[in-house]
Protein backbone atom coordinates (compact mmCIF):
# COMPACT_ATOMS: atom_id res chain seq x y z
CA UNK A 1 0.00 0.00 0.00
CA UNK A 2 2.88 2.66 0.61
CA UNK A 3 3.87 2.00 -3.24
CA UNK A 4 0.09 3.01 -3.74
CA UNK A 5 0.15 6.17 -1.78
CA UNK A 6 3.31 6.93 -3.27
CA UNK A 7 1.97 6.73 -6.84
CA UNK A 8 -0.85 8.89 -5.90
CA UNK A 9 0.37 11.60 -4.24
CA UNK A 10 1.64 13.43 -7.36
CA UNK A 11 -2.24 13.51 -8.20
CA UNK A 12 -3.34 14.98 -4.61
CA UNK A 13 -0.61 17.75 -5.35
CA UNK A 14 -1.79 18.37 -8.39
CA UNK A 15 -5.24 19.13 -7.09
CA UNK A 16 -3.88 21.32 -4.50
CA UNK A 17 -1.30 23.37 -6.94
CA UNK A 18 -2.76 22.30 -10.78
CA UNK A 19 -1.05 26.30 -11.84
CA UNK A 20 2.30 24.62 -10.34
CA UNK A 21 2.15 21.73 -13.55
CA UNK A 22 0.92 24.18 -16.29
CA UNK A 23 3.19 26.84 -15.61
CA UNK A 24 5.81 24.25 -16.73
CA UNK A 25 3.65 22.83 -19.81
CA UNK A 26 3.25 19.00 -17.49
CA UNK A 27 -0.05 17.70 -17.92
CA UNK A 28 -1.34 14.67 -15.69
CA UNK A 29 -3.12 11.95 -16.45
CA UNK A 30 -6.49 12.33 -17.04
CA UNK A 31 -7.65 8.90 -15.31
CA UNK A 32 -6.03 6.34 -12.49
CA UNK A 33 -7.10 3.11 -12.61
CA UNK A 34 -6.71 1.39 -8.69
CA UNK A 35 -6.27 -2.53 -9.69
CA UNK A 36 -6.47 -4.95 -6.80
CA UNK A 37 -8.51 -7.74 -5.19
CA UNK A 38 -11.39 -7.08 -3.45
CA UNK A 39 -11.02 -5.80 0.08
CA UNK A 40 -7.37 -3.78 -0.44
CA UNK A 41 -8.74 -0.34 0.62
CA UNK A 42 -8.91 0.97 -3.54
CA UNK A 43 -12.20 3.06 -2.36
CA UNK A 44 -10.72 4.67 0.71
CA UNK A 45 -7.43 4.95 -0.96
CA UNK A 46 -9.35 7.42 -3.89
CA UNK A 47 -11.00 9.06 -0.86
CA UNK A 48 -7.83 9.45 1.15
CA UNK A 49 -6.76 11.47 -2.26
CA UNK A 50 -9.99 13.61 -2.27
CA UNK A 51 -9.49 14.19 1.27
CA UNK A 52 -5.73 15.09 1.62
CA UNK A 53 -6.18 17.51 -2.11
CA UNK A 54 -9.70 18.69 -0.06
CA UNK A 55 -11.42 18.66 -3.69
CA UNK A 56 -15.41 17.40 -3.91
CA UNK A 57 -15.54 13.49 -4.33
CA UNK A 58 -17.89 12.22 -7.05
CA UNK A 59 -19.05 8.04 -5.98
CA UNK A 60 -20.40 6.08 -8.17
CA UNK A 61 -20.52 2.43 -9.37
CA UNK A 62 -20.06 0.90 -13.08
CA UNK A 63 -23.01 -0.74 -12.12
CA UNK A 64 -25.26 2.04 -10.96
CA UNK A 65 -25.54 3.85 -14.32
CA UNK A 66 -28.18 1.23 -16.06
CA UNK A 67 -29.78 -0.38 -12.60
CA UNK A 68 -32.85 2.55 -13.03
CA UNK A 69 -33.55 2.45 -16.31
CA UNK A 70 -32.11 0.35 -18.63
CA UNK A 71 -30.74 2.31 -21.77
CA UNK A 72 -30.32 5.62 -19.76
CA UNK A 73 -26.66 4.52 -19.08
CA UNK A 74 -24.93 6.67 -21.45
CA UNK A 75 -27.35 10.03 -20.07
CA UNK A 76 -26.19 9.38 -17.08
CA UNK A 77 -22.69 8.99 -17.60
CA UNK A 78 -22.87 12.78 -19.40
CA UNK A 79 -24.89 13.94 -16.13
CA UNK A 80 -22.04 13.07 -13.86
CA UNK A 81 -19.23 14.65 -15.90
CA UNK A 82 -21.14 17.90 -16.48
CA UNK A 83 -21.56 18.21 -12.52
CA UNK A 84 -18.23 17.06 -12.08
CA UNK A 85 -16.87 20.10 -14.60
CA UNK A 86 -18.74 22.32 -12.45
CA UNK A 87 -17.21 21.37 -9.23
CA UNK A 88 -13.73 21.37 -11.00
CA UNK A 89 -11.24 20.81 -9.24
CA UNK A 90 -12.79 17.24 -8.17
CA UNK A 91 -12.50 13.57 -8.62
CA UNK A 92 -14.47 10.97 -9.86
CA UNK A 93 -14.59 8.00 -8.52
CA UNK A 94 -15.90 4.82 -10.63
CA UNK A 95 -16.03 1.67 -8.56
CA UNK A 96 -16.19 -2.04 -10.02
CA UNK A 97 -15.46 -0.26 -13.73
CA UNK A 98 -15.46 -3.89 -15.25
CA UNK A 99 -19.15 -3.86 -14.50
CA UNK A 100 -19.53 -0.79 -17.31
CA UNK A 101 -16.19 -0.98 -18.96
CA UNK A 102 -16.05 -4.44 -19.69
CA UNK A 103 -14.86 -5.31 -23.33
CA UNK A 104 -17.33 -4.16 -25.87
CA UNK A 105 -20.03 -7.20 -27.42
CA UNK A 106 -21.92 -7.53 -30.47
CA UNK A 107 -25.15 -9.23 -29.52
CA UNK A 108 -28.59 -8.96 -28.12
CA UNK A 109 -28.06 -9.70 -24.04
CA UNK A 110 -25.94 -6.18 -23.42
CA UNK A 111 -27.58 -3.95 -25.89
CA UNK A 112 -26.61 -0.78 -24.38
CA UNK A 113 -23.69 -1.59 -22.52
CA UNK A 114 -21.60 -0.24 -25.61
CA UNK A 115 -23.40 3.10 -25.49
CA UNK A 116 -22.21 3.69 -21.71
CA UNK A 117 -19.13 2.59 -22.76
CA UNK A 118 -18.58 5.09 -26.26
CA UNK A 119 -20.03 7.82 -23.60
CA UNK A 120 -17.56 7.32 -20.95
CA UNK A 121 -14.74 7.23 -23.63
CA UNK A 122 -15.94 10.20 -25.07
CA UNK A 123 -16.33 12.29 -21.97
CA UNK A 124 -12.61 11.31 -20.80
CA UNK A 125 -11.71 12.37 -24.29
CA UNK A 126 -13.55 15.72 -24.07
CA UNK A 127 -12.22 17.11 -21.27
CA UNK A 128 -8.91 19.18 -20.94
CA UNK A 129 -6.04 17.74 -18.99
CA UNK A 130 -5.87 20.84 -16.81
CA UNK A 131 -9.34 21.11 -16.47
CA UNK A 132 -9.01 20.29 -13.04
CA UNK A 133 -11.18 16.98 -13.39
CA UNK A 134 -9.69 13.63 -12.38
CA UNK A 135 -11.45 9.96 -12.98
CA UNK A 136 -10.40 7.35 -10.35
CA UNK A 137 -11.81 3.95 -11.39
CA UNK A 138 -11.06 0.51 -9.23
CA UNK A 139 -11.65 -2.64 -10.57
CA UNK A 140 -10.13 -6.22 -9.34
CA UNK A 141 -10.87 -7.57 -13.13
CA UNK A 142 -8.25 -5.42 -15.19
CA UNK A 143 -8.31 -8.04 -18.05
CA UNK A 144 -11.87 -7.78 -18.56
CA UNK A 145 -11.89 -4.23 -19.12
CA UNK A 146 -12.38 -2.64 -22.68
CA UNK A 147 -8.69 -2.01 -24.38
CA UNK A 148 -9.87 1.28 -25.31
CA UNK A 149 -10.24 2.44 -21.86
CA UNK A 150 -6.69 1.33 -20.90
CA UNK A 151 -5.05 3.53 -23.59
CA UNK A 152 -3.15 6.93 -23.60
CA UNK A 153 -4.94 9.61 -22.75
CA UNK A 154 -7.79 7.72 -20.80
CA UNK A 155 -6.90 5.42 -17.50
CA UNK A 156 -2.88 5.44 -18.28
CA UNK A 157 -1.69 5.71 -15.41
CA UNK A 158 -1.97 1.83 -13.25
CA UNK A 159 -1.75 1.65 -9.54
CA UNK A 160 -2.06 -1.44 -8.50
CA UNK A 161 -3.11 -1.95 -4.75
CA UNK A 162 -1.74 -5.12 -3.12
CA UNK A 163 -2.69 -6.86 -0.05
CA UNK A 164 -1.37 -5.79 3.01
CA UNK A 165 2.64 -6.95 4.09
CA UNK A 166 3.26 -7.80 7.22
CA UNK A 167 4.23 -4.17 8.20
CA UNK A 168 0.64 -2.97 6.73
CA UNK A 169 -1.13 -5.52 8.62
CA UNK A 170 0.43 -4.74 11.79
CA UNK A 171 -0.43 -0.83 11.15
CA UNK A 172 -4.26 -1.75 10.07
CA UNK A 173 -4.26 -4.02 13.77
CA UNK A 174 -3.79 -0.61 15.34
CA UNK A 175 -5.96 1.27 13.19
CA UNK A 176 -8.84 -1.05 14.02
CA UNK A 177 -8.18 -2.30 17.78
CA UNK A 178 -7.33 1.31 18.99
CA UNK A 179 -11.33 1.53 17.98
CA UNK A 180 -12.15 -1.25 20.71
CA UNK A 181 -11.79 -2.37 24.10
CA UNK A 182 -9.53 -4.67 24.50
CA UNK A 183 -6.84 -6.49 26.73
CA UNK A 184 -3.30 -4.89 27.21
CA UNK A 185 -2.16 -8.68 26.41
CA UNK A 186 -3.51 -8.13 22.64
CA UNK A 187 -0.91 -8.05 20.72
CA UNK A 188 -0.98 -6.75 16.57
CA UNK A 189 2.42 -7.98 15.62
CA UNK A 190 1.04 -11.79 16.32
CA UNK A 191 -2.59 -10.97 15.28
CA UNK A 192 -0.54 -9.93 11.83
CA UNK A 193 1.70 -12.98 11.52
CA UNK A 194 -1.51 -15.04 11.93
CA UNK A 195 -3.01 -13.27 9.67
CA UNK A 196 -1.19 -13.84 5.82
CA UNK A 197 -3.05 -13.02 3.16
CA UNK A 198 -5.61 -11.44 4.72
CA UNK A 199 -7.32 -8.14 3.25
CA UNK A 200 -7.51 -4.72 4.94
CA UNK A 201 -11.34 -5.61 5.00
CA UNK A 202 -10.80 -9.21 6.42
CA UNK A 203 -8.58 -7.48 9.27
CA UNK A 204 -11.76 -5.09 10.09
CA UNK A 205 -14.18 -8.13 10.21
CA UNK A 206 -11.46 -9.58 12.20
CA UNK A 207 -11.73 -7.00 14.81
CA UNK A 208 -15.36 -6.09 14.60
CA UNK A 209 -16.34 -9.83 15.12
CA UNK A 210 -14.19 -10.18 17.90
CA UNK A 211 -15.73 -7.54 19.56
CA UNK A 212 -19.28 -8.77 18.80
CA UNK A 213 -18.49 -12.25 20.61
CA UNK A 214 -16.48 -10.32 23.72
CA UNK A 215 -20.17 -8.20 23.90
CA UNK A 216 -22.00 -11.63 23.78
CA UNK A 217 -20.01 -13.22 26.39
CA UNK A 218 -20.44 -10.07 28.45
CA UNK A 219 -16.33 -9.82 28.97
CA UNK A 220 -15.08 -6.69 29.91
CA UNK A 221 -12.68 -6.20 27.30
CA UNK A 222 -11.84 -7.87 23.73
CA UNK A 223 -8.94 -10.76 24.45
CA UNK A 224 -6.78 -12.68 22.08
CA UNK A 225 -8.82 -15.61 22.21
CA UNK A 226 -11.93 -13.67 20.96
CA UNK A 227 -9.06 -12.64 18.22
CA UNK A 228 -8.35 -16.07 17.74
CA UNK A 229 -11.86 -17.06 17.09
CA UNK A 230 -12.51 -14.27 15.03
CA UNK A 231 -9.46 -14.67 12.57
CA UNK A 232 -10.55 -19.00 11.69
CA UNK A 233 -14.42 -17.57 11.28
CA UNK A 234 -12.51 -15.21 8.55
CA UNK A 235 -10.74 -18.12 7.46
CA UNK A 236 -13.00 -20.74 7.49
CA UNK A 237 -16.81 -19.38 8.05
CA UNK A 238 -18.66 -19.07 11.00
CA UNK A 239 -19.25 -22.70 12.83
CA UNK A 240 -22.38 -24.23 12.84
CA UNK A 241 -24.50 -23.55 16.22
CA UNK A 242 -24.90 -26.56 18.40
CA UNK A 243 -21.58 -27.95 16.99
CA UNK A 244 -21.26 -31.40 14.80
CA UNK A 245 -24.38 -32.32 12.79
CA UNK A 246 -26.19 -35.02 14.64
CA UNK A 247 -25.32 -37.43 12.19
CA UNK A 248 -22.85 -39.30 12.83
CA UNK A 249 -21.97 -41.42 10.05
CA UNK A 250 -21.36 -37.92 8.04
CA UNK A 251 -19.53 -37.03 10.81
CA UNK A 252 -17.52 -40.05 10.41
CA UNK A 253 -16.64 -39.86 6.95
CA UNK A 254 -16.57 -35.92 7.75
CA UNK A 255 -13.15 -36.46 10.00
CA UNK A 256 -11.57 -39.39 7.88
CA UNK A 257 -12.05 -36.85 4.97
CA UNK A 258 -10.53 -33.77 7.33
CA UNK A 259 -7.86 -35.95 8.00
CA UNK A 260 -6.74 -36.84 4.67
CA UNK A 261 -6.05 -33.59 3.77
CA UNK A 262 -4.22 -32.87 7.47
CA UNK A 263 -2.00 -35.83 6.65
CA UNK A 264 -1.21 -35.09 3.31
CA UNK A 265 -0.28 -31.13 3.93
CA UNK A 266 2.24 -33.00 6.78
CA UNK A 267 3.91 -35.21 4.84
CA UNK A 268 3.68 -33.26 1.43
CA UNK A 269 6.73 -30.85 0.99
CA UNK A 270 6.21 -27.04 -0.05
CA UNK A 271 2.48 -27.54 1.42
CA UNK A 272 1.39 -24.38 2.87
CA UNK A 273 1.90 -25.00 6.75
CA UNK A 274 -1.40 -26.68 8.55
CA UNK A 275 -3.32 -24.03 11.13
CA UNK A 276 -6.28 -25.68 12.02
CA UNK A 277 -8.80 -28.85 11.54
CA UNK A 278 -12.21 -28.81 12.71
CA UNK A 279 -15.55 -31.17 11.89
CA UNK A 280 -18.17 -28.62 13.07
CA UNK A 281 -19.93 -27.38 10.15
CA UNK A 282 -18.88 -24.09 8.44
CA UNK A 283 -20.16 -22.33 5.79
CA UNK A 284 -21.59 -25.28 3.08
CA UNK A 285 -18.57 -27.48 4.19
CA UNK A 286 -19.49 -30.23 6.91
CA UNK A 287 -15.69 -29.83 7.69
CA UNK A 288 -12.86 -27.82 7.17
CA UNK A 289 -8.84 -28.00 7.04
CA UNK A 290 -7.55 -24.55 7.10
CA UNK A 291 -3.91 -23.45 5.98
CA UNK A 292 -1.97 -20.11 6.90
CA UNK A 293 0.83 -19.75 4.85
CA UNK A 294 3.87 -18.33 7.73
CA UNK A 295 4.98 -15.50 5.42
CA UNK A 296 3.80 -13.30 2.61
CA UNK A 297 3.86 -14.97 -0.62
CA UNK A 298 4.40 -13.02 -3.57
CA UNK A 299 4.42 -16.03 -6.31
CA UNK A 300 3.91 -19.88 -6.10
CA UNK A 301 6.34 -22.31 -7.40
CA UNK A 302 5.98 -25.16 -9.41
CA UNK A 303 6.09 -27.45 -5.82
CA UNK A 304 3.95 -25.27 -3.65
CA UNK A 305 1.24 -25.58 -7.02
CA UNK A 306 1.36 -29.32 -7.02
CA UNK A 307 1.00 -29.63 -3.03
CA UNK A 308 -1.36 -28.10 -2.94
CA UNK A 309 -3.33 -29.81 -5.77
CA UNK A 310 -1.89 -33.22 -3.71
CA UNK A 311 -3.59 -31.61 0.15
CA UNK A 312 -6.51 -30.88 -2.13
CA UNK A 313 -7.03 -34.64 -3.62
CA UNK A 314 -6.31 -36.12 0.25
CA UNK A 315 -9.94 -35.81 1.21
CA UNK A 316 -11.38 -38.00 -1.39
CA UNK A 317 -8.11 -40.30 -1.66
CA UNK A 318 -9.15 -40.65 2.47
CA UNK A 319 -12.90 -41.53 1.79
CA UNK A 320 -12.12 -44.25 -0.99
CA UNK A 321 -9.46 -45.63 1.36
CA UNK A 322 -11.66 -46.01 4.14
CA UNK A 323 -14.93 -46.55 2.72
CA UNK A 324 -14.20 -47.95 -0.77
CA UNK A 325 -14.95 -46.96 -4.00
CA UNK A 326 -18.58 -47.07 -3.83
CA UNK A 327 -18.83 -44.58 -0.55
CA UNK A 328 -17.12 -41.94 -1.48
CA UNK A 329 -19.44 -38.80 -1.01
CA UNK A 330 -20.00 -35.46 -2.61
CA UNK A 331 -18.15 -34.17 -0.12
CA UNK A 332 -15.04 -33.51 -2.16
CA UNK A 333 -17.10 -31.48 -4.76
CA UNK A 334 -15.03 -28.23 -3.83
CA UNK A 335 -11.43 -29.80 -3.53
CA UNK A 336 -12.09 -31.37 -6.76
CA UNK A 337 -13.33 -28.26 -8.35
CA UNK A 338 -10.48 -25.95 -7.41
CA UNK A 339 -8.23 -28.22 -8.13
CA UNK A 340 -9.38 -28.76 -11.99
CA UNK A 341 -9.09 -24.99 -12.02
CA UNK A 342 -5.20 -25.31 -10.86
CA UNK A 343 -4.28 -28.10 -13.10
CA UNK A 344 -5.90 -26.43 -16.28
CA UNK A 345 -3.97 -22.96 -14.95
CA UNK A 346 -0.60 -25.01 -14.69
CA UNK A 347 -0.90 -26.28 -18.33
CA UNK A 348 -2.48 -23.53 -20.28
CA UNK A 349 -1.13 -20.45 -18.52
CA UNK A 350 2.02 -21.36 -16.09
CA UNK A 351 4.22 -23.10 -18.71
CA UNK A 352 4.51 -25.93 -15.91
CA UNK A 353 3.71 -28.71 -18.72
CA UNK A 354 6.54 -30.76 -20.47
CA UNK A 355 4.21 -32.31 -23.02
CA UNK A 356 2.13 -29.30 -23.73
CA UNK A 357 5.86 -26.76 -23.37
CA UNK A 358 5.59 -22.82 -22.45
CA UNK A 359 2.95 -21.20 -24.83
CA UNK A 360 0.38 -19.69 -23.22
CA UNK A 361 -3.06 -20.84 -24.07
CA UNK A 362 -5.27 -18.67 -22.26
CA UNK A 363 -6.16 -16.29 -24.70
CA UNK A 364 -7.97 -19.17 -26.48
CA UNK A 365 -11.02 -19.25 -23.68
CA UNK A 366 -11.79 -15.23 -24.71
CA UNK A 367 -13.81 -14.37 -27.69
CA UNK A 368 -15.44 -11.07 -28.91
CA UNK A 369 -18.71 -12.85 -28.62
CA UNK A 370 -20.37 -13.32 -25.60
CA UNK A 371 -22.11 -16.02 -26.95
CA UNK A 372 -19.77 -18.31 -28.84
CA UNK A 373 -15.96 -18.97 -27.90
CA UNK A 374 -13.74 -18.67 -30.62
CA UNK A 375 -10.54 -21.19 -30.99
CA UNK A 376 -7.42 -21.51 -33.22
CA UNK A 377 -6.31 -24.68 -31.63
CA UNK A 378 -6.35 -27.52 -34.16
CA UNK A 379 -8.31 -31.05 -32.51
CA UNK A 380 -4.94 -32.66 -31.99
CA UNK A 381 -3.33 -29.72 -29.65
CA UNK A 382 -6.40 -29.56 -27.59
CA UNK A 383 -6.46 -32.90 -26.74
CA UNK A 384 -3.50 -32.91 -26.10
CA UNK A 385 -3.56 -29.64 -23.36
CA UNK A 386 -6.86 -32.27 -21.82
CA UNK A 387 -5.30 -34.99 -21.22
CA UNK A 388 -2.44 -33.39 -19.77
CA UNK A 389 -4.61 -31.73 -17.29
CA UNK A 390 -6.90 -34.95 -16.70
CA UNK A 391 -2.96 -36.56 -16.23
CA UNK A 392 -1.60 -33.67 -13.68
CA UNK A 393 -4.95 -34.59 -11.40
CA UNK A 394 -4.41 -38.11 -11.77
CA UNK A 395 -0.65 -38.19 -10.96
CA UNK A 396 -1.82 -35.65 -7.65
CA UNK A 397 -4.15 -38.21 -6.53
CA UNK A 398 -2.02 -41.05 -6.85
CA UNK A 399 0.44 -39.33 -4.62
CA UNK A 400 -1.88 -38.19 -2.20
CA UNK A 401 -3.09 -41.92 -1.98
CA UNK A 402 0.61 -43.32 -1.67
CA UNK A 403 0.48 -41.05 1.49
CA UNK A 404 -2.49 -41.92 2.68
CA UNK A 405 -1.69 -45.67 2.55
CA UNK A 406 1.87 -45.39 3.75
CA UNK A 407 0.67 -43.18 6.68
CA UNK A 408 -2.71 -43.86 7.56
CA UNK A 409 -1.76 -45.75 10.97
CA UNK A 410 -0.05 -42.69 12.43
CA UNK A 411 -0.46 -40.57 15.07
CA UNK A 412 -1.52 -37.56 13.22
CA UNK A 413 -3.81 -39.32 11.20
CA UNK A 414 -5.39 -40.84 14.53
CA UNK A 415 -5.65 -37.36 16.15
CA UNK A 416 -7.09 -35.69 13.21
CA UNK A 417 -9.42 -38.47 12.24
CA UNK A 418 -10.64 -40.08 15.90
CA UNK A 419 -11.36 -39.47 19.11
CA UNK A 420 -14.48 -37.54 18.82
CA UNK A 421 -12.58 -34.43 18.63
CA UNK A 422 -14.29 -31.59 17.05
CA UNK A 423 -10.94 -29.09 16.70
CA UNK A 424 -7.38 -29.66 16.43
CA UNK A 425 -5.22 -26.78 15.91
CA UNK A 426 -2.28 -27.05 14.03
CA UNK A 427 0.47 -26.90 16.90
CA UNK A 428 -0.78 -31.03 18.04
CA UNK A 429 0.23 -31.96 14.45
CA UNK A 430 3.16 -30.01 13.30
CA UNK A 431 5.42 -31.79 15.53
CA UNK A 432 4.37 -34.75 13.37
CA UNK A 433 5.68 -33.55 10.41
CA UNK A 434 8.91 -34.57 9.00
CA UNK A 435 9.23 -31.04 7.41
CA UNK A 436 8.59 -29.15 10.62
Do not use: W
Not at 36 to 51: E, F, N, S
Not at 332 to 348: P, Y
Not at 375 to 381: G, K
Not at 383 to 402: C, F
Request: charged residues 25%; proline residues 5%; negative net charge.
Amino acid sequence: MDEAKQEVEEIVDYLRDPEKYSRLGGRLPKGVLLVGPPGTGKTLLARAIAGEAQVPFFHTSGSEFDEVLVGQGARRVRDLFDKAKSRAPCIIFIDEIDSVGSKRVSNSIHPYANQTINQLLSEMDGFNRNEGVIVIAATNRVDDLDKALLRPGRFDVRVTVPKPDLAGRVDIFNFYLGKIVHSPLVDPKTLAKGSTGFTGADIENMVNQAALKAATESAPEVTMAHLDEARDRVLMGPARTGGRIPDEEANRNTAYHEAGHTLVSLYTKHATPLHKVTIIPRGQSLGHTAMLPEKDEYQMTKGQILAALDVMMGGRVAEELIFGDDMVTTGAADDLKKASQLAVQMVKAFGMSEKVGLRDFTAEDSSTSALIKMSDLSPHTAEAIDREINQVLADSYQRAKEILVKHRSSEAYNIASGGGVEDVEAVELRTLSPFH
